[in-house]
C-alpha cells in the first residue's frame, strides 16, 4: 500500500477499520500482559524491604558492580535461611548516579514510594554526607559501607549507621605498630591534596609518632597532576619507608615513575590497596610494588590460611582465588572493601531480629537494637573477622590486614589487633533525640 | 539544607575511590605518537586526494553492487512490532526494577538505540525507516483521521529536530538522572505521544522528516550506509558514496549534524582532567552531576557554538580562496555532509565500552523486563563479563580500535569532502586551496579526539 494517503498524505484509504482495530488490541494486550498482575501480587506477600542506595552510575559504578554482586550473594543465602524474622528480604535498588543530591532523593523515595524499612549500602563518602540529613528528617535507618569517618565523627545524625566496615581513621592509625616495627621509623608520606590524602596526612603522624617512629616528609600531590617525576627530589634520603596513598586513573603512571626515579635500590613501600582497588596488580607498570606492603580491608587473594566462612564468602559472591570475578579473570573485585556489604546486611538482620522488627513503625527501635549491638564474632555472618560495635558513635572496628605483593598476588603477612585501629570517641549518637 | 550540608563535608575528612583502572593503562601507552600519526594520515589523506579530480573521485563512489533482491514488504508488521516493544519497556520503566542496569528501558534505549541503532544506521542505512515505533501506529489510525489539518511553513526546516536533538543531548550528558527508568519512561512515553500528535497535525513524512529528531538526525547518519535500497532491488556501495547525491541541507540541518558532534566530543571532554581543572573541580574527588548543571550546561552550548563557528568559518574562507561564488550556507550545508563518518567515528570509539558491557547487561535484562523471574529469552541468568573492557590488554585492544576508528573517520570525511567539492565552483586551479581549511580542521579534530580519549579522566 501506498504511504501517501490519510495521515501520510493527501487521500484518506487504506487498511481497513476493522483490521486497525484488530492491531491496535492485539498492541494494547501485548504492553498489559500478565506481568502486571503478578507485580500486583507480589505487592501483597510483605517481605522485609531494603533499599540499596547503589552507584550504578557515575564515578562509582564500578564499585557498585562489586557492591551489587555482594548484595545479591548475601541476600541469597538469608532468604534460603528464612529470611528475616520469618519474612523474605527484597533488595530495591537505586541508583544514585554517585551524587549527593541524587542520593538525597533516592533515600525519599525509599522511604515514601518504596515503603523501604531501611536504606543501606552507600560508599562514596560525598553520597553519604549528601544522603544523611534525609535519613534524618524522614527517620529512615541510614546503614553506609563507605569507610569514612563520617559517621564515626558524629557529625551526622542518630539514624546513620556503619556496622560493616571500619572507618579511614582506624584504619590508619591501625598501621602505625606494624610500620615502625617491622619497616622503618623515619616515614615519608606521598598523598593527593586534599581530603582523602588529608586524612592519611593528619591520622598518621600522631599514631606513629606514639610508637616511636616519625613522619619526616610530607608531599602533597596536586589532583590534576598525571606526572609525578618532578616531586620525587622532594623525598628526604635518609627516608625509611615511603608510605603512599595516590588515587585517579594516574596512579600506573605514578608507580612506574617512581621505579623509574628509583631502580633497584627503593626504601620500603607502604600502601593502601585503594590506589589500585580493582586493578590487576600484575598490570604493565606496577611491576615496581613487587616486594612492598599494602593495607587490605579483606584479602583479595585466596590465602593458604582462609577460614571456611571466607571459603564460602568468596565463592557466594563468586570470585576467584585471585580476587577476579569466576569466569572473567580481568574483571579484578573490590575485595577489600565489598566484604562490608555482605556484613552489614548480616548486622541489619540481627538488629531486625533483636528489635523484634515488624514494620516502619519499628524503626525508632531498630536504632536502638543496633545501637545495642556490640560484637560480632567471626563466621559465615562476618567472613573478614570479628568485629566490635561502638553504639556511641554507630561505627564498626575490627582487624586490618597487611599484605606483601609476592609472586604476584597480595600475601597477608599480618593481621592487626582490633586495639589497634581503637580511638576516644569523638561524641555520643544515643543522646541525641530518635 | 545545602548549607548544612556543605558544612559538614567541610569539616569531614572523606575517603575518596578515584578509579585507577582503564584510563590508566592507557596513560601508559604511547597516545602521543598515535596522535602524530593520526595527524598525518589524515593529513597525507588531504594531500594526495588532491592528486585525483573530484569526477574520477565521484565516479569510484558511483559503482553498485547489485544484489538479487529488495526490500522484503514487512515495514508495517516491524514498525507495529517495535511499536508494541517501545511501549512493553516504557511499562518496564515504570513497574519494572528501578536498578538500571537491571531495567531494559535505560539500556535498550541508550545503550541499543542511541548509540547502537545509530552506528547501524551508519554501517548500513536507514533501518530506523522501517522499525520507527510510529509509522505502524499511523498505518492502523489512518482510517479515523482525516488529512493532517495543517501545513508545516517551510521555514520550519529542521529546527525543531536541532530543539528536540538539543533537548535529548542535555538529558543524556548533564540531567542528574537519565537513566532512572521511571523517569526515562516518562520522557520516552511524552516524546511518543507528542510525536504522534505532530503526525497527526501535519502528517507523517513532514514531522518525521524534519521535526522528529530521532528520524531525521537517523535518516542523515543513514546516508553513510553501505546498503543503497534506492532501485527495486538492493544494491551495495562503497561506505559514504551515498552522500554524493545528497541536497544541501538548509541551515537547520547543518547545524542539527554539527549538534550531534559537538555533543559526543563534549561528552569526551567534560570527563577530563583539563575540563574539570579548568573549572576548579577537583577531577580525583568528582562531585556528581548535581554540581556540574550549570558549567556542563554551558559546556555543551559553548562546545556547540565553537564547533559550528569552526566549520563555518572554515566553509567560508575556503570558498575565499578559491573564489568560488556558491553562497556561504550553501557550501555549508553540502559540505556538512563530510561530518557524518565522524560523528559516526567518535560515537563509536567514545561509547565502544558502554555498547560491549552495557550491551551485555540489555541482554540479560531482555528477558525478565519486570524482574518477575522470568526468563523469556533464556539469558536472564546470563553473567555479565565487564572483564571484557578491563586490564591492560583490554586497554591496548580498546585504545587501537578506538584510535583507528577516530583516524580512519577522518581519512574518509576528507575523502566525502574532496568528492562534495565537485558540487561547488571553484576558480580554475584553486580546488585544493578551496578544500585547505576544512582540511585543516579536519586535522585538528582528529588530534582532538584521539586526545579525549587518551587524556586522563575523573568523571
Known amino acids: 500500500m501506498a504511504d501517501d494517503t490519510g495521515i501520510f498524505g493527501r487521500k484518506a484509504a487504506g487498511l481497513s477499520r476493522r483490521t486497525a482495530l484488530k492491531g491496535l488490541a492485539a498492541t494494547a494486550a501485548f504492553a498489559a500482559g500478565p506481568g502486571f498482575v503478578r507485580y500486583a501480587q507480589a505487592q501483597s506477600s510483605q517481605p522485609i524491604r531494603i533499599g540499596f542506595q547503589a552507584h550504578r552510575t557515575g564515578i562509582g559504578a564500578a564499585y557498585g558492580r562489586w557492591y551489587e554482586k555482594t548484595t545479591d550473594a548475601a541476600v541469597k543465602l538469608i532468604n534460603a535461611a528464612g529470611g528475616i524474622n520469618g519474612r523474605q528480604v527484597e533488595i530495591i535498588t537505586e541508583d544514585d548516579g554517585t551524587d549527593p543530591k541524587r542520593g538525597a532523593e533516592v533515600v525519599a523515595k525509599f522511604a515514601g514510594q518504596h515503603k523501604a524499612d531501611v536504606v543501606y549500602g552507600t560508599l562514596f563518602s560525598h553520597v553519604v554526607i549528601g544522603s544523611a540529613p534525609a535519613a534524618g528528617e524522614l527517620k529512615i535507618p541510614y546503614y553506609v559501607v563507605s569507610e569514612g569517618h563520617h559517621v564515626a565523627s558524629t557529625k551526622l545524625n542518630r539514624w546513620c549507621f556503619q556496622p560493616g566496615i571500619t572507618d579511614v581513621k582506624s584504619q590508619i592509625q591501625a598501621m602505625a605498630p606494624w610500620i615502625a616495627g617491622n619497616v622503618g621509623k623515619k616515614v615519608t608520606m606521598i598523598f593527593p591534596d586534599f581530603a582523602f590524602g588529608y586524612d592519611h596526612r593528619d591520622y598518621l603522624p600522631p ?136 556484613e552489614t546486611l548480616y548486622v541489619i538482620k540481627k538488629a531486625m531480629e533483636d528489635a523484634g522488627y515488624q514494620g516502619p513503625q519499628d524503626r525508632a527501635k531498630l536504632v536502638e537494637a543496633t545501637e545495642a549491638l556490640t560484637e560480632f564474632k ?42 589497634d585501629g581503637l580511638y576516644e570517641p569523638e561524641g555520643d549518637y544515643t543522646t541525641m533525640p530518635l | 539544607m545545602a548549607s548544612a550540608i556543605a558544612a559538614v563535608v567541610s569539616i569531614i575528612p572523606s575517603s575518596a575511590f578515584a578509579h585507577a583502572a582503564d584510563r590508566g593503562h592507557v596513560l601508559l601507552l604511547p597516545t602521543g605518537h598515535y596522535l602524530a600519526a593520526g595527524a598525518a594520515a589524515v593529513a597525507a589523506s588531504f594531500l594526495l586526494l588532491g592528486f585525483v579530480r573530484p569526477g574520477t573521485l565521484r565516479a569510484v563512489l558511483d559503482r553498485r553492487l547489485r544484489l538479487p533482491f529488495g526490500l522484503p514488504g514487512v515495514r508495517l508488521l516491524l514498525s507495529l512490532i517495535s511499536f508494541a516493544l517501545t511501549m512493553l519497556l516504557v511499562a518496564a520503566g515504570f513497574f519494572g526494577s528501578r536498578d538500571p542496569l537491571s531495567n531494559p528501558l535505560p539500556l535498550f534505549f541508550w545503550t541499543l538505540l542511541w548509540v547502537g541503532l545509530t552506528l547501524a544506521q551508519g554501517a548500513l542505512g536507514n533501518l530506523w525507516a522501517a522499525i520507527n515505533p510510529w509509522y505502524g ?62 503526525i497527526a497535525l501535519f502528517g507523517y513524512v513532514r514531522w518525521l522528516g524534519r521535526c522528529e529528531f530521532l528520524s531525521a538526525f537517523l535518516g542523515m547518519v543513514a546516508r553513510f550506509g553501505i546498503v543503497d535500497a534506492g532501485g527495486r532491488r538492493l544494491a551495495l556501495c562503497f561506505p559514504g558514496a551515498r552522500l ?61 557554538v565553537a564547533l559550528a563557528a569552526a566549520f563555518l568559518m572554515a566553509v567560508w574562507a575556503g570558498l575565499r580562496l578559491s573564489a568560488d561564488p556558491t553562497p556561504p550556507l550553501r557550501a555549508a550545508g553540502l559540505l556538512v555532509w563530510s561530518l557524518v563518518p565522524i560523528a559516526l567515528g567518535y560515537l563509536f570509539a567514545h561509547y565502544l565500552t558502554l555498547l560491549l558491557v552495557n550491551g551485555q547487561y540489555a541482554l540479560v535484562a531482555m528477558s525478565d523486563p519486570f524482574s518477575l523471574g522470568w526468563n523469556l529469552f533464556g539469558t536472564a541468568h546470563w553473567n555479565v563479563e565487564a572483564g571484557i573492557v578491563m586490564g591492560h590488554e583490554a586497554a591496548w585492544v580498546i585504545w587501537n580500535l578506538q584510535s583507528g576508528a577516530i583516524i580512519l573517520a577522518h581519512v574518509v570525511a576528507v575523502s566525502v569532502a574532496h568528492a562534495l567539492a565537485d558540487r561547488l565552483r571553484p576558480a580554475d586551479g584553486r580546488l585544493l586551496a578551496g578544500q585547505l581549511p576544512l582540511g585543516i580542521l579536519m586535522v585538528l579534530y582528529t588530534v582532538m579526539g584521539l586526545w579525549l580519549l587518551s587524556s586522563p579522566t575523573g568523571a
Open chain 2, 244 to 304: 554524493q547525491s545528497v541536497a544541501p541541507l538548509p541551515l537547520s540541518g547543518t547545524l542539527l549534524i554539527l549538534l550531534a558532534l559537538a555533543s559526543v566530543t563534549f561528552d569526551g571532554l567534560s570527563r577530563t582532567f583539563f575540563w574539570l581543572g579548568l573549572n576548579g573541580i577537583n577531577p580525583l574527588d568528582f562531585p556528581g552531576r548535581s554540581a556540574m548543571t550549570v558549567i556542563n550546561s554551558l559546556g555543551l552550548a559553548g562546545a556547540f
Open chain 2, 137 to 198: 501506529p499511523c498505518r492502523l489510525v489512518r482510517p479515523f483521521v482525516g488529512t493532517p489539518a495543517l501545513r508545516l511553513p517551510r521555514r520550519t526546516g529542521y529546527w525543531p529536530a536541532v530543539l528536540g536533538l538539543a533537548g535529548m543531548a542535555w538529558f543524556e550528558l548533564i540531567d542528574l538522572a537519565p537513566d532512572d527508568p521511571s523517569r526515562l519512561a516518562t520522557v520516552v512515553l511524552a516524546y511518543w505521544l507528542t510525536t504522534f500528535a505532530g
Open chain 1, 207 to 342: 599514631a606513629l609518632k606514639a610508637q616511636g617512629a616519625e613522619v619526616i616528609g610530607q608531599i602533597a600531590i596536586p589532583p590534576t597532576e598525571s606526572s609525578f617525576t618532578r616531586y620525587f627530589p622532594q623525598i628526604p634520603a635518609e627516608t625509611e619507608v615511603l608510605y603512599h596513598v595516590m588515587v585517579g586513573p594516574a596512579v600506573l603512571t605514578f608507580v612506574k615513575e617512581l621505579g623509574e626515579f628509583y631502580g633497584s635500590n627503593k626504601p620500603q613501600l607502604f600502601g593502601f590497596i585503594d590506589s589500585l582497588e580493582a586493578v590487576d596488580i600484575n598490570s604493565p607498570g606496577l611491576e615496581f610494588i613487587d616486594g612492598t606492603h599494602f593495607w587490605e580491608g579483606s584479602p583479595r587473594y585466596a590465602q593458604s590460611n582462609d577460614s571456611d566462612a571466607q571459603k564460602a564468602y568468596r565463592a557466594a559472591v563468586g570470585i576467584d582465588d585471585n580476587g577476579a570475578a569466576v569466569g572473567d579473570a580481568a574483571d579484578v573485585s573490590t575485595a577489600a572493601h565489598m566484604f562490608g556489604c555482605w
Open chain 1, 378 to 419: 567471626e563466621g559465615p555472618e562476618h567472613p573478614q573477622g570479628d568485629k566490635v560495635f561502638n553504639g556511641k558513635i554507630h561505627q564498626v572496628f575490627g582487624h586490618q590486614n597487611i599484605s606483601k605483593v609476592e609472586g604476584g598476588k597480595l600475601v597477608v603477612v599480618h593481621r592487626t589487633s582490633i586495639e
